[in-house]
């Protein structure tokens, strides 16, 4: 029986040595020249996590797994925490975090979460290779799991990104004087005091439209809405339509699509004031009368819409240091 036991245990030992050497052989890899004809595709994911966790999870994300995932060609938008501050909690006993992450295709997107040649980070060892910079990604994606209660699951977007651009709107060359009371037809130039600080949130606005009008949708914010909002602080981020495909928790209708649209506002108090008086923050003149043309224009396209509140900044793809591991190599096939 001793000899048995001794005989089961070699064999154990070598099993796990096995595996261990499996894990620990090397992967060094080059790339083929980046791929230009293919069409980014946003993985917006939400999660539901244990109450109070959500720095922690925000933490392991920011120092573990993405300077791995963005050395995969992906980037980063942003995890942002979920809030409710117009109405009720609704995950009470639990904090949620929204994270959308860029890609430069589906076939990216797939590419990251290979099974052939594939680590425990989802992130293919083909893309990157394996090393110090992908062990991170593998201890903080375990560690966020450890937070992680579920998930209302992910979206795929496709769309466009806001730009950052200047924005010339000339002055109209009016006069205007102060009186006491102004009549309600009266035109509402404005002064603006010194800007005034908050905790910064985002509008992630989710609206259902007509099949088939997102190009005109964006075309119409983009070009008539977003200036005069720009105008008064705001900074759109993006706005994307969802995507069906696999792997995805969208399911398709024949009557409408669905898309997002993601704006930075300076406060909650800032996004009221926006959405209930803009011209009190940036005046009543040309360029607002051509924003309430555009906003009824899209409500002719939109058959439902509702806001939700996020709370965080964008991440910003900082650039990332992750020194070349020692090593020479050939070509084994």
């Known amino acids: 029986m001793k000899q048995v036991l001794t005989i089961f245990s070699v064999l154990m030992a070598l099993q796990v040595m096995h595996v261990t050497s499996a894990q620990d052989q090397a992967v060094p890899v080059r790339?083929?020249?980046p791929r230009t004809d293919q069409q980014e595709v946003i993985m917006?994911?939400?999660a539901y996590l244990d109450e109070g966790s959500y720095d922690y999870w925000y933490e392991q994300s920011a120092t573990g797994v993405w300077p791995w995932f963005e050395r995969l060609g992906a980037r980063i938008l942003g995890d942002f925490e979920v809030i409710y501050p117009l109405a009720d909690d609704?995950?009470?006993?639990q904090?949620?975090?929204l994270r959308f992450a860029r890609y430069a295709s589906y076939e990216h997107w797939q590419a990251t979460r290979s099974n052939e040649a594939a680590g425990d980070t989802g992130g293919s060892l083909q893309l990157a290779g394996n090393g110090g910079l992908s062990d991170a990604s593998t201890a903080g994606l375990s560690n966020r799991r450890q937070v992680l209660q579920g998930s209302r699951g992910g979206y795929f977007l496709q769309g466009y990104m806001a730009e950052t651009r200047p924005i010339y709107m000339p002055g109209?060359?009016?006069?205007f004087e102060s009186v006491a009371t102004a009549a309600a037809e009266a035109p509402r130039p404005v002064r603006l005091m010194a800007a005034r600080a908050g905790e910064p949130v985002l509008g992630l606005e989710y609206r259902r439209i007509r099949k088939g009008s997102f190009e005109?949708?964006?075309i119409i914010t983009r070009d008539r809405v977003y200036p005069y909002l720009e105008k008064i602080g705001t900074r759109p981020?993006?706005?994307w339509r969802v995507l069906y495909l696999p792997n995805s928790s969208a399911v398709e209708n024949p009557e409408y699509d669905e898309i997002f649209t993601l704006t930075r506002y300076a406060s909650i108090e800032h996004y009221n004031t926006v959405w209930s008086d803009a011209a009190a923050l940036g005046g009543d003149g040309p360029d607002y009368q051509a924003m309430l043309a555009a906003f009824g224009q899209l409500n002719e396209l939109s058959l439902e819409t509702n806001t939700e509140f996020l709370r965080g900044a964008l991440y910003g793809s900082p650039p990332v240091h992750a020194?070349?591991?020692r090593g020479s190599y050939r070509l084994s096939q």
């Open 90 to 93: 609704a995950s009470p006993g």
């Open 44 to 46: 917006m994911r939400h």
């Open 237 to 239: 981020v993006g706005q």
């Open 95 to 97: 904090d949620e975090a």
């Open 323 to 325: 020194p070349a591991m």
């Open 31 to 33: 790339n083929e020249a």
């Open 172 to 175: 109209s060359n009016e006069q």
């Open 216 to 218: 005109d949708f964006h």
